[in-house]
């Protein structure tokens, strides 16, 4: 929509496991607007996605609000933990 000003800024290193997505709304229309963000992710957490995303384990830290995630049945990956968190 024209009356919606959007902005998506992506930072982080190539080689560096942390990603910030920075996404800037502004309805420049006089009327009210209602919106849903959504993001889509398929975390890994070990070599191949068929492999290992019945062994991924996720949970909500409501008090800090972010979603986490773990695979604790990967031999390399299973004391590793991602999240995703937004404010």
């Known amino acids: 929509?024209?009356?919606i000003r959007s902005v998506l800024t992506l930072s982080g290193d190539m080689t560096d496991s942390v990603k910030y997505f920075h996404l800037s709304l502004?309805?420049?229309s006089a009327e009210e607007r209602k919106l849903v963000v959504t993001l889509y992710l398929?975390?890994?957490l070990g070599f191949a996605r068929?492999?290992?995303?019945r062994n991924i384990r996720v949970g909500w830290d409501a008090e800090n609000?972010?979603?986490h995630a773990?695979?604790?049945f990967n031999v390399?990956?299973?004391r590793?933990?991602?999240f995703i968190g937004s404010s």
């Open 1 to 3: 929509n024209e009356s």
């Open 26 to 28: 502004e309805n420049q």
């Open 42 to 44: 398929e975390w890994v």
């Open 50 to 53: 068929p492999e290992t995303y």
């Open 65 to 67: 609000e972010f979603l």
């Open 70 to 72: 773990s695979n604790p």
């Open 76 to 78: 390399d990956f299973g």
């Open 80 to 82: 590793q933990v991602v």
